[in-house]
Nanobody, 123 residues
Framework: QVQLVESGGGLVQPGGSLRLSCAAS????????MGWYRQTPGKQRELVAS???????NYADSVKGRFTISRDNAKNTVYLQMNSLKPEDTAVYYC?????????????????WGQGTQVTVSS
């Protein structure tokens, strides 16, 4: 069974920094892409940043120049370095992975989500 476990959220003052981590575990064969999404009450989940297995990245306009996504393929882990945080960055952040895995000898593809981690930017 595949699991994504996030860590690193918390409370930070405006202008501060946080680093989120997400580790994928299980019978994983390969991970095509990993990403971070965020959601606030009453709003749809939105893409923050994504990264492919080859290292190509994509960012939401609202975080360009402030957030950096990276991954360690050997550890099946993705990171999100968040600098110059603003109150509007407050949200639950979710990790996502598009991956292939094996179960009972068969190969499957799936789209998995972490449980979410709260990021609060407030003075």
């Amino acid at each position: 069974q595949v699991q994504l476990v996030e860590s690193g959220g918390g409370l930070v003052q405006p202008g501060g920094s946080l680093r989120l981590s997400c580790a994928a575990s299980g019978s994983i064969v390969s991970i095509r892409a990993m990403g971070w999404y965020r959601q606030t009450p009453g709003k749809q989940r939105e893409l923050v940043a994504s990264i492919t297995s080859g290292g190509s990245t994509n960012y939401a306009d609202s975080v360009k120049g402030r957030f950096t996504i990276s991954r360690d393929n050997a550890k099946n882990t993705v990171y999100l370095q968040m600098n110059s945080l603003k109150p509007e960055d407050t949200a639950v952040y979710y990790c996502n992975a598009e991956l292939s895995y094996t179960e009972y000898g068969r190969l499957y593809e799936g789209d998995y989500w972490g449980q979410g981690t709260q990021v609060t930017v407030s003075s």
